[in-house]
């Protein structure tokens, strides 16, 4: 296998990780904008 191929397939690899975590913080922040929301958990707590 060359050298070109195994920095290819780790660059592939590294783009498709940060792309899933990526992800993953985006719906954690639509979470948390949900619950911060008019008439929503936090905000009921809050009053």
Do not use: F, Y
């Not at 990780?17 to 008439?39: I, P």
Request: net charge positive.
């Amino acid at each position: 296998m060359s050298h070109d191929k195994l920095l290819l397939g780790a660059a592939n690899r590294v783009g498709s990780l940060e792309a899933a975590a990526t992800q993953g913080m985006q719906q954690r922040k639509l979470r948390w904008e949900s619950a911060c929301r008019k008439d929503e958990i936090l905000t009921k707590a809050v009053k």
